[in-house]
């Protein structure tokens, strides 16, 4: 492995400052388990991590309903899944964080790593999308915050700017009737990359026989996980039916970009994410029949 | 032996010996030796798939701090070309050699081209991004049928054709075409009633053993040289290790390490010849380790192939004739399996008519190594798909089928010998027994499928020695390197025959200076021919134990008989010694007693194994889940019944694996996409229920306790049983394995489902 | 040459000190450094579990973190699952179960069922399954390895 140096610090504005200091060349350090294994296979280069778990807001994990959950940006995914009320409340985030790499990455990984290593094929990703999720983000500018959609922009990078690190996403508490699965197309059971991940979510009407809204998000089919506009719109206002699943899980498929690789074919992909999607919206729509 | 004898050992369940070490963390593995002044090696490996070296720049590597050799196949004696045995096959010197560092030529993307040693392996890696190689890249050939052709790129430029049996004039990437062949296929078809033909191509798939390879070299000033390894053979390394070198046996001496799985694929030389040359340029001890990604590129993975089989039957079921065109991949050095894979066909069957053609070919990939019953699964693929699908046309139950066309005792083979005492009926009949069979499978989308295979295993050589402690426990000293709980199978057999308990031996695994010769852990030999070799030595102990009874009670030797741990007194009734008692008196009635055995049985007993598996087909997404899978072999005789299980679960699994998502991907330059073991998808725990065994115990009546090899057989079987499954389970038919769900999802959608 | 980092951490119930460069894993740090040779290197990227130790108690692949990572911290790695009066109920049940051949994969499924069995002491077989699968095992097919498990599980002492 190239050699690199390594800097622990404890506050947002120290992680800033080394940041912006070394530009591209620094990249943070939370759970570790892509960027070591990047570094260490070449396929990324630094001359600095910098290791942000010591600073007190990237390791929040809260929930409250008025708030939403704070999920601060190193927070490992066992935290997550073994946190009752929140592994209660968000189903279908507790989908993915619980598929991603096996028990002993899970131990170290993170939402926000996940989402910084911005892989197209992520499995939180896509949750994160449906459930609507912020990206707070802080930098030499001080904070902002963007769409979980608009995080990634293309394979490996994101819309961080120099100096600039993810600090935490914030999810809004799920209104009544809301519902949400995270499915991903796999060839075995665990440790593999996903060949189509499929994230929905649904608010039906008070008596489940109607969609509010929905939303449809796509991994591994295109550059970025995708948050497909023309799915939601099939579903708003729409009766709760196979035909408007079906409509929604073709406006998935039109979306999709995928490409031919040896983890699966564009036809293969094609054809998961309207078998996903359809699997995943009902799934969502049972979810939501449950809250 | 009698079937019906009642063992005190054999056949029971005692921990092993080396169990503690190895569940605490303590047993040392070849990576795991630390020496003082270690030096840490890596090599550099080419990244083309098929090139001519032009030039190797090292200047800057030596110069970086830390460094402290580099080597290149210059630092190896010129390699002759000729060929030495190697007990399971021989090898090409010249090959060997330059597949440890290559030549003028590389022939794979992966092929080590030199290497380093220095303070640090960070060090030595950041030097090999020093070393300057000018390659002239060459079209490479990547498919087995391509390679056959005419026009493709030739590797070898003197490799000729050996066609059954006759040199040829022919250079071209096939290095052999062997042919076997009884009676008359075309007559045997023409009185079938139902002819059947398939094609079917397998991917490459690898080992898949969890430990890399490591190799650790000090090559004294005294010209004593000790290597340090997982190794499957410690004797076979020496041996293949003194040509290459260029010294001679008696200055090598290989210790093996514990091994974290072989497979096979831990026999050939790959890394212990640059630590030695790396050693003797430093004058320090060199380690070197492969990372997983050169295992996968820079080992020796088992063939892809293509095979064509034609199977006629008359309609009362009896098989009339078979057929087999094999075409294996060698990658880029002769010396694939193909001969295995054409012995292992056809044989579970008595068939009177059969032409089997087997191509050696070479193409640019990996230099192919055994992997357990090398050839015999893709073979059996291909024909055991094929019978399944004769049962179908013919309205016969697969089991039975096999019932009524099963080879026994005095079947010729394809090959030319014919079967000894061996189980395969039994295997077949306890299969149609079984719970798993007569249980019905119901529900939409699933399927069961059978399928039988053959592995001949071999004998080879062992030596023994046990020394006789003064407390009446012996040490036990053999060389087979413990793969898989051979310790404990070697020990019960001596422990069975001087009436001792199983922890009263103390077995070791020697070096090859500290015990007789002994061929590598492999074949399925270890337990019956290490076994044998430990019968004899203790059978030799006990020997000399009743001449110190006999001079105890100042009788003759003939006068003393020995059972069950106790010396008796054939003239006096009331007189007995214990094994303990005696060998407390050792000292004063003659000196130590070592037993010793050197053998090379020949009476092996072919393994057999039908497996049943129950599948379930997600028809939308083509994926497989396996529901219930039960592994029926004839063991000969369980010496430690555990391990015998763990041999048939562990190669079912394998051959599932294989059977569902393991391949090599290629890039159209020759590049492995997936040299890793996110993409190289081996089964997870989550994958697989429990995998139920069935031992059948038909006594190979060449060996004294009855065993036959178990370990190799259990992989045969189950890449054909799964896909005879699938097409229960959706109605598709697939002939190329992987049966991954892209592609199970593709023969859906074809089939209009 | 980079320069190594002085790193403090607990280790198997004792203090420790080590120096180490940043790139070097805590994997490597283990084996290279302490000496301690248990924990094994498999993959070296988080895809087969040989390396598995304990980190604060949380299971980890110790390829995927910095020793620099440990200070300050507890890592609990094979080594330190026995104790001064025996074997750990996991290892005795493995051992009677056969649960291992070659034994490369073994310090990794210990660790990580130990790690299980302190969360859920009562596991279904699935449950297990899935908390090993990121553990290869290339020899026993994981049958035996589950039934080991399962019957540690039974154990009381598996408690502590």
Known sequence: MQAFDYAAVRSVDEAVSLLAQHGDQARPLAGGTDIIVAVREGRRRVAMLVDIKGIPEVNQLSYDPAQGLTLGAAVPCYRIYEHQEIAATYPGLIDAVSLVGGTAIQGRASVGGNLCNASPAADTTPALIVHGAMCVIAGPNGRREIPAEQFCTGPGRTALQNGEFLVALRMPSPPPHFGAQYLRFIPRNEMDIAVVGVGASVVLNSDHSAFVSGRVALGAVAPTPLLVETAAAALAGKLASDETIQQAAEAAQAAARPIDDMRGTAQYRRHLVGVLTRRALRGAIQRAKER | MAETTTYQVIGTRPIRHDGVDKVTGRAIYGADVQMAGLLHGKVLRSPHAHARIRSIDVSRALALPGVKAVVTSADLPPAEDRTIQLGEGAVNLKYLSNNILAGDKVLYKGHPVAAVAATSPHLAEEALALIHVDYEVLPPVLDVREAMQDSAPLLLENLKTKSLGQETDKVSNVATHTQFKSGDVDKGFQQADVVIEREFTTATVHQGYIEPHNATALWNPDGQLTIWESTQGAFTVQRQLAPVLGISVAQIRVIPAEIGGGFGGKINLYLEPIAAVLSKKTGHPVKVLMNRAEVFESTGPTPGSYIRVKMGATKDGRLAAAQAYMAYEAGGYPGSPIGAGMMCIFTPYDIPNVLIDGFDVVVNKPKTAPYRAPGATNAAFAAETVVDELCEKLGLDPLQFRLRNAATEGTRRPDGPTHPRIGYLETVQAALDSDHYRTPLEGPNVGRGVASGYWFNVGLQSSVSINVNADGSVTLVEGSTDIGGTRASIAMQAAEVLGLKAEEVRPIVADTASVGYNDVTGGSRTTFASGYAAIEAARDVVRQMTERAARIWKVEPPEVTFANGVFHHTNAADQRLTFKEVAAQLGRTGGPVTGRATVAPRGVGGAFATHIVDLHVDPETGKVTILRYTAVQDVGKAIHPSYVEGQMQGGAVQGIGWALNEEYFYSNTGVMANASFLDYRMPTSLDLPMIDTILVEVPNPGHPFGVRGVGEVPIVPPVAAIANAIYKAVGVRLRHSPMSPGRVMAEILAQGK | ?160
């Not at chain 3, 805590?26 to 390396?51: F, H, I, M, P, Q």
């Not at chain 3, 990572?69 to 890592?75: C, N, T, W």
Request: some cysteine; proline content about 4%.
């Open chain 3, 1 to 160: 040459m980079p320069t190594k980092v002085y790193v403090q951490t607990r280790l198997n119930g004792e203090e420790v000190e080590f120096l180490c460069e940043p790139r070097q894993s805590l994997l490597e740090v283990l084996r290279d450094v302490l000496g301690l040779t248990g924990s094994k290197e498999g993959c070296n990227n988080g895809n087969c579990g040989a390396c598995s130790v304990l980190l604060d108690g949380v299971l980890v692949n110790s390829c995927c973190v910095l020793g620099v990572e440990a200070s300050g911290h507890e890592v609990t790695t094979i080594e330190g699952i026995a104790s001064p009066d025996g074997l750990h109920p996991l290892q005795q049940k493995f051992l009677e179960h056969a649960a291992l051949q070659c034994g490369i994969c073994t310090p990794g499924f210990i660790v990580a069922a130990k790690a299980l069995l302190d969360k859920h002491p009562h596991p279904t077989e699935h449950q297990v399954r899935y908390w090993l699968a990121g553990n290869l095992c290339r020899c026993t097919g994981y049958d035996k390895i589950i039934r080991a498990v399962l019957d540690a599980a039974q154990t009381t002492e598996a408690k502590v």
